[in-house]
């Protein structure tokens, strides 16, 4: 089943259709006779289904944990085996086997488990070693932090109880891990200033509205650092292991083309690095030692607002001045969720103007996905096909 959407979107320059021209801020964008975004989502084995795929150009997935859950009667679920290396066989081969863009990334979303003597099984490592000895790079490693506990002992975020005796709550955070197949990590496809941070002194410009992307993201803001503060959030969904969607949306901003030409080549963003006034008193600094008293490292620290600087430091922040060719008879890029469950990664690449392609094992969760889709179709005020 698929079908179409065309995403209402606000860019610097007002309110554009996806695919209504190229937006030299948001999203690249082809112009007239351009193909729309579509879902589909498919009920099987995603051993065996990935097989049939055509090429996506992202993976953003959140795979059944080792052990700890029964989804449903199938044989062929992912997490029953009895024991560790199977499980991380079975998730790499699936990976694997995807006809994947040569310079897509691939975000895995897995939590560890304890064995019988309560001592941890490591398995988000030994995943990511089996992923690594497959070939792939490990390109990013994301803590998604559920709960923090901060010097004075206050907490951000919600923590699970845990009344296991002699540890720490385990509860506090899980593993997201980026991997790519290109020669060097550079090489994948990224867009970086899609997921950029507010900067001090710099005026937003939001990537997307926050109706279509809830992380507030600032076009010539700074990269955001690897830990991602995501509360779990309530869920609406009949399903044990959904992820919130806000965990999603960074994934597939950065690292999953919006766009993709006929010839497969991928639009990039083209950014120059311009200096701009920071705003802490003074404009470009400064940061020589010889410049300030050597023994006044105060004085330093106010002047270049750095403390760590030997060297001249320039704020500067990227601009973008446009996208590079964006051919019409192209197609949004697709996302692909394996384990799909009720469909949160598809529900994000829809809203962020990229197609999805959902699987799971069983056809309750298949419904819900597809509902949910395409809920979120019509969220986007689009007109459904019959
Ligand atoms: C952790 S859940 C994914 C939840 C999803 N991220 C969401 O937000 O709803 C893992 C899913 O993998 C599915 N699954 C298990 N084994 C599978 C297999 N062999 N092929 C496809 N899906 C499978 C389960 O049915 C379950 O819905």
């Keep these: 089943m698929s079908k179409a959407v065309e995403t209402k979107q606000e860019t610097n320059e007002g309110v554009r259709l996806h695919g209504g021209a190229v937006s030299n801020q948001g999203l690249p964008i082809a112009g007239g006779g351009r193909k729309p975004a579509t879902y589909e989502v498919i009920c099987g084995d995603a051993r065996e289904a990935v097989l049939a795929l055509p090429e996506v150009h992202g993976i953003v997935t959140s795979p059944p944990y080792f052990g700890k859950r029964t989804y449903g009667q199938s044989e062929a679920e992912v997490g029953q085996e009895a ?13 694997s086997s995807v006809p994947l863009h040569p310079r897509a990334s691939i975000w895995v979303n897995i939590g560890d488990k304890r064995g019988d003597k309560g001592g941890l099984l490591d398995i988000p490592h030994r ?21 923090v506990v901060l010097q004075d002992g206050t907490t951000v975020g919600g923590l699970m109880p845990e009344p296991a005796p002699g540890r720490l709550n ?8 980026r991997f790519v197949r290109t020669r060097k990590v550079s090489d994948a496809w990224t867009d970086t200033c899609a997921v950029a941070i507010p900067r001090s002194n710099v005026e937003d410009m939001r990537y997307l509205p926050k109706e279509l992307m809830s992380c507030h993201t600032s076009l010539e803001g700074r990269r955001p650092p690897n830990v991602w503060q995501v509360p779990m959030g309530q869920t609406r969904q009949n399903h044990f292991g959904v992820f ?11 690292t999953c083309p919006a766009w993709v030409n006929a010839d497969a080549s991928l639009p990039e963003r083209i950014v120059e690095m311009v200096p701009y006034v920071e705003g802490r008193g003074t404009d470009r600094y400064l940061g020589k030692r010889s410049l300030v008293a050597a023994d006044d490292e105060g004085e330093m620290r106010e002047m270049c607002g750095r403390n760590d600087t030997g060297q001249t430091y320039v704020p500067h922040k990227p601009v973008t001045l446009g996208w590079t060719d964006c051919d019409p008879t192209g197609q949004p890029g697709i996302v692909l969720d394996p384990f799909a469950g009720t469909g949160t990664t598809g529900e994000d690449a829809l809203k962020l103007g990229r197609s999805f392609i959902g ?11 597809r509902r949910r889709c395409e809920e979120t ?10």
């Design 83 to 95: 024991e560790v290396d199977p499980y991380v066989d079975a998730l790499v081969e699936v990976l």
């Design 359 to 369: 699987i799971d094992l069983y056809d309750e969760y298949c419904q819900i996905a």
């Design 244 to 254: 919130p969607a806000s965990l999603v949306e960074r994934c597939i901003a950065m």
């Design 170 to 177: 385990g509860n506090g955070f899980e593993e997201m891990f």
């Design 127 to 147: 995943f990511t070693r089996a992923m690594c000895q497959a070939g792939y790079l490990l390109a990013d490693h994301v803590i998604w932090a559920k709960a």
């Design 377 to 386: 179709m019509r969220f986007l005020d689009v007109d459904l096909p019959p």
